[in-house]
T-cell receptor
Framework: GAGVSQSPSNKVTEKGKDVELRCDPI?????LYWYRQSLGQGLEFLIY????????KSGLPSDRFSAERTGGSVSTLTIQRTQQEDSAVYLC???????????FGSGTQLSVL | KNEVEQSPQNLTAQEGEFITINCSYS?????LHWLQQHPGGGIVSLFM???GKKKHGRLIATINIQEKHSSLHITASHPRDSAVYIC?????????FGAGTRLTVKP
């Protein structure tokens, strides 16, 4: 596609439910990044994919968070048993390769009630 | 102490003024990024630097690797430049973000 696409743009869920966030990177971009931004807070790095591999998962906040990427393209970020502190804007970015400029999606606003 | 420090936190300028935002980091980096986040929340990558200086329109970014310092300059500032500017240090495959500088340019 022309840009990085994220879906849904907004998600409201109840505490304890699982949610799945999707990121479609720019076609041909091998590097994909997930970040989150909590209200009034700065950006927080979550995970990075090079192709389908995530060399470092230590940025994920807890074992309730997981991410995968298939076919070197679409990525999903799954949050199990959501908690109120998971409420944030989840941002995805892609780049042609690691070390190159990032292109950001418009984010998914997650609200856990 | 944060690994990436930005200053100032907030900056108000009159249209036409020359703006400088500073970023200091304490980690070894593979690259440094400057990002712009508009009030609606969208983020745009402005620059990626590993050395020297880059210029795009009225925006200039510089980095001094030895001093672990980068600056973002805006010449002839305009109200549409009002946004949060974020410095991000790429440390291998990890990213460390500054807290951002909120710039308001008044007409």
């Amino acid at each position: 596609g022309a840009g990085v696409s994220q879906s849904p743009s907004n998600k409201v869920t109840e505490k304890g439910k699982d949610v799945e966030l999707r990121c479609d990177p720019i076609s041909g971009h091998t590097a994909l990044y997930w970040y989150r931004q909590s209200l009034g807070q700065g950006l927080e790095f979550l995970i990075y994919f090079q192709g389908n591999s995530a060399p470092d998962k230590s940025g994920l906040p807890s074992d309730r968070f997981s991410a995968e990427r298939t076919g070197g393209s679409v990525s999903t970020l799954t949050i199990q048993r959501t908690q109120q502190e998971d409420s944030a804007v989840y941002l995805c970015a892609s780049s042609l390769d690691s070390g190159l400029a990032w292109f950001f999606g418009s984010g998914t606003q997650l609200s856990v009630l | 102490k944060n690994e990436v420090e930005q200053s100032p936190q907030n900056l108000t300028a009159q249209e036409g003024e020359f703006i400088t935002i500073n970023c200091s980091y304490s980690v070894g980096i593979s690259a440094l990024h400057w990002l712009q986040q508009h009030p609606g929340g969208g983020i745009v990558s402005l620059f990626m630097l590993s050395s020297g200086k880059k210029k795009h329109g009225r925006l200039i970014a510089t980095i001094n690797i030895q001093e672990k310092h980068s600056s973002l300059h805006i010449t002839a500032s305009h109200p549409r430049d009002s946004a949060v500017y974020i410095c991000a240090a790429a440390v291998n495959n990890d990213m460390r973000f500054g807290a951002g500088t909120r710039l308001t340019v008044k007409p």
